[in-house]
């Protein structure tokens, strides 16, 4: 398996990585819940270390005179009578019956709950005052020497006694005589060992199980995710430049696969379009290119078949040199189609005065009506126009409409160029009183190599091209070029482009 594949992520990583995140959230919960039951714990123990500072106070005031030694070994050498003796004394306190000082003792004692616990006083100097019998002596020697740091405040710390733990205490009591003495409670901490090793099994147990299930439940989803993918992969590999015509089915599948479906399709759509764009180019250009070639090699042939005058010669390569103009003329305008199809870039876009840049095509569109006797009216806003593009293409844009009205205007008819403003947008308006464009062919003329059928016959006709490469261009400016033509009434064409 792959390691970049996302069955291994989802089946494998992502598992690794929940592992790592279960075991760091399982020690969090040891060690937080450890804290916890530690402060529980160092809370009992201090609410016993008053508890018994009460005790020793009220037992000194009872007993005027008497030794606090002989008092503290009188109080805690008392012996816990039996658990039944415990239960009857306290139904008897809860029946409201008076309790003798004997049992009085037994339920203060009862709720002190020392019976547990390692109990111990000194005098500050370290002195033992009073141990408990499950003291050992060796132990009490060991916290002697630790005695004299703690004067003020309760001490806590772990030890261990006999490879037993415990939570350990050091508090000064003061009583109301003055003096002050150090009392030590060792309470055991097994109950909280025990509850936390159990939960620690419970995580080691549950943590595997948990991993085994989401890696297998991870690569069934992987599998069942991916199922659509290899569902899409086996029917691009049927999808070939031969037959671009099959789509992938985006049925019963995630939003997610339904996306990359519907993408694919538009790929393959864009890719079967540009297939029969070329093999439609391909099959034009070779028409376009066919004739002037058969010319020039019809011409060659004739010339070369006899000896020819000088004239004759000339003849043949002048009607030659008309042809390869003709060829040159067509492969500069594909050239340039294909580069504004593909790299836009190339044009040289800067700002500049309409007016100017017009003038100049006008002028020169003037001279050639003139050689039919047709007359061309152009009129300008009176404020400046200012565009953003490329004069050199532009230039071509305009000629190309200008020209083609000249050329299908009959002679002694009017041209009318209208420039002005609408919005943010500049509008030139071309409108000649020509043979005019059937409407079933209007949505065509833009269209590569396309020329009117009624026009094949005119003795100006071009290559098909020139609509083609002005439209292209209005659009590399964000602009566009409208028509609207009637048969015999003549043709506008409405070039928009935007102010700079």
């Excluded at 000082?101 to 002190?112: A, Q, S």
């Excluded at 050689?371 to 009176?382: D, G, Q, W, Y």
């Excluded at 953003?388 to 160029?417: M, V, W, Y």
Aim: neutral net charge.
């Amino acid at each position: 398996m792959k390691f970049n594949s996302i069955k291994f992520k989802v089946g494998n990583l992502f598992t690794i990585i929940l592992g790592i995140i279960l075991i760091l959230y399982s020690a969090f919960l040891q060690v937080s819940l450890s804290k916890y039951l530690i402060n529980d714990l160092d809370e009992d123990i201090s609410a016993k270390v008053n508890e018994i500072g009460n005790i020793i106070s009220d037992e000194l005031a009872a007993s005027a005179g008497e030794d606090l030694n002989t008092v503290i070994q009188r109080i805690f050498s008392f012996q816990y009578p039996p658990k039944s003796s415990l239960i009857a004394v306290k139904k008897k306190k809860t029946g409201g019956e008076p309790l003798s000082d004997e049992e009085k003792w037994f339920v203060r004692f009862d709720r002190l709950d020392l019976s547990q616990d390692m109990l111990a006083f000194f005098e500050l100097d370290g002195n033992p005052i009073f141990s408990s019998q499950n003291i050992p002596q060796d132990v009490i020697r060991k916290f002697i020497p630790s005695l004299k740091s703690y004067i003020q405040d309760d001490s806590f710390k772990d030890v261990t006694i006999h490879k037993k733990y415990y939570r350990q205490v050091q508090s000064v009591i003061s009583l109301p005589n003055g003096r002050q003495i150090v009392v030590l409670i060792a309470s055991s901490e097994k109950p909280i060992i025990d509850l936390l090793r159990h939960r620690q099994h419970l995580f080691m147990v549950s943590i595997p199980i948990i991993l085994l299930v989401t890696a297998f439940l991870g690569r069934f989803l992987a599998d069942r995710i991916l199922r659509p993918v290899n569902n899409i992969v086996l029917m691009a590999r049927q999808i070939g430049s031969r037959d671009l015509s099959k789509r992938l089915r985006a049925d019963d599948v995630d939003e997610e696969m339904k996306v990359l479906a519907d993408s694919f399709n538009d790929m393959i759509a864009r890719l079967e379009n540009s297939f029969k764009h070329i093999e439609e180019f391909s099959s034009q250009v070779a028409h376009e290119l066919k004739t002037p070639l058969a010319i020039l090699r019809g011409e060659t042939e004739v010339a070369l078949r006899m000896d020819q005058s000088a004239p004759e010669y000339k003849r043949v390569l002048k009607e030659n040199m008309d042809e390869i103009e003709k060829i040159i003329r067509v492969v500069e305008d594909l050239l340039l189609l294909a580069k504004l199809d593909y790299r836009p870039e190339f044009l040289r876009f800067e700002r500049f005065d309409f007016k100017e840049f017009f003038n100049p095509i006008l002028d020169k569109a003037k001279l050639l009506a003139e050689e039919r006797n047709i007359e061309v009216i152009c009129a300008f806003p009176k404020d400046e126009i200012f565009i953003e593009g490329d004069s050199l293409h532009l230039r071509r844009l305009f000629f190309n409409i200008i020209h083609n009205a000249i050329k299908f205007t009959p002679t002694a008819q009017k041209i009318s160029i209208k420039i002005f403003k609408e919005g943010s947008a500049l509008k030139i308006s071309i409108s000649d009183k020509g043979v005019g464009i059937p409407e079933e062919y209007l949505s065509s003329i833009f269209d590569r190599f396309f020329q009117v059928p009624m026009r094949d016959e005119n003795p100006l006709k071009g290559s098909g091209l020139g609509l083609n490469i002005a439209q292209s261009v209005a659009k590399a400016h964000q602009g566009k070029i409208e028509v609207q033509s009637q048969i015999h009434q003549g043709s506008i064409f409405i070039v928009t482009l935007p102010l700079a």
